[in-house]
């Protein structure tokens, strides 16, 4: 059980365009999803706390116009890169709690985005 | 605040040879504590956690952690390595606000 997922695994797109990248929690109910950025050969770095039917929590530094964050349900959160650019090229990873396990998060396998 | 110190970015071994990753914590409060794996170009996986109760905490594929409150520290041991736990691994702490702070990283290398 707790099996988070992510769509798609990789993706290149060119300068200027977004890019929607989905975290399904598979066979729980999360209400709260959580988004990390990991650079090459670095640790995880969290952008921001998903929370559904609210806004997203964002940390410092992260630009909440650039990473728009949809928690529409509680099996599904999206990233959106808008207008992405080269510096945004980055693996993004995806984590929820079950219910009850809140100290526990689980995460998605990571989605490679490159931006050309 | 709280922030983790991973003592080692690369530590090489040999297979069947024991390993320890060390991790230190600094946090004014109470800390939940984890260590990670992730495999190349893969998310994390979860090996162990120290929520409370007894500090030696058993974990799977035969890692074992130990907290220890006065020295801050939670270091990962395994007794006898394979080549298949030649991997990145985080040490991670969090609070009541569920939000997870990691270490560097460690890179294991397992050699035959």
């Known amino acids: 059980g707790a099996v988070v997922s992510q769509h798609p695994s990789w993706v290149i797109c060119k300068s200027g365009t977004s890019v929607k990248i989905e975290c399904r929690s598979l066979?729980?109910?999360?209400?709260?999803m959580f988004w990390y950025r990991q650079f090459p050969k670095q640790s995880l770095m969290l952008m921001a706390t998903?929370?559904?039917?609210?806004?997203?929590?964002?940390e410092q530094g992260v630009e909440k116009d650039k990473f728009l964050i949809n928690h529409a349900s509680l099996t599904l959160s999206t990233l959106t890169v808008t207008s992405a650019h080269p510096e945004d090229s980055s693996f993004y990873i995806c984590?929820?709690?079950?219910?009850?396990?809140?100290?526990?998060?689980?995460f998605g396998p990571g989605t490679r985005l490159t931006v050309l | 605040a709280q922030s983790v110190t991973q003592l080692d970015s690369q530590v090489p071994v040999f297979e069947e040879a024991p390993v320890e990753l060390r991790c230190n914590y600094s946090?004014?409060?109470?800390?939940?504590l984890f260590w990670y794996v992730q495999y190349p170009n893969q998310g994390l996986q979860l090996l162990l956690k120290?929520?409370?109760?007894?500090?030696l905490v058993k974990g799977i594929n035969g890692f074992e952690a130990e907290f220890n409150k006065s020295q801050t520290s939670f270091h990962l041991r395994k007794p006898s390595v394979h080549i298949s736990d030649t991997a990145e691994y985080f040490c991670?702490?969090?609070?009541?606000?569920?939000?997870?702070?990691f270490g560097a990283g460690t890179t294991v290398t397992v050699r035959a």
């Open positions: 984590s929820a709690s079950p219910p009850l396990r809140w100290n526990e998060q689980f």
């Open positions: 998903s929370n559904e039917g609210s806004k997203a929590t964002y």
């Open positions: 120290y929520l409370s109760g007894s500090t």
């Open positions: 991670a702490v969090s609070r009541n606000d569920y939000k997870l702070s």
């Open positions: 946090s004014s409060v109470s800390v939940y």
């Open positions: 066979d729980f109910q999360a209400t709260t």
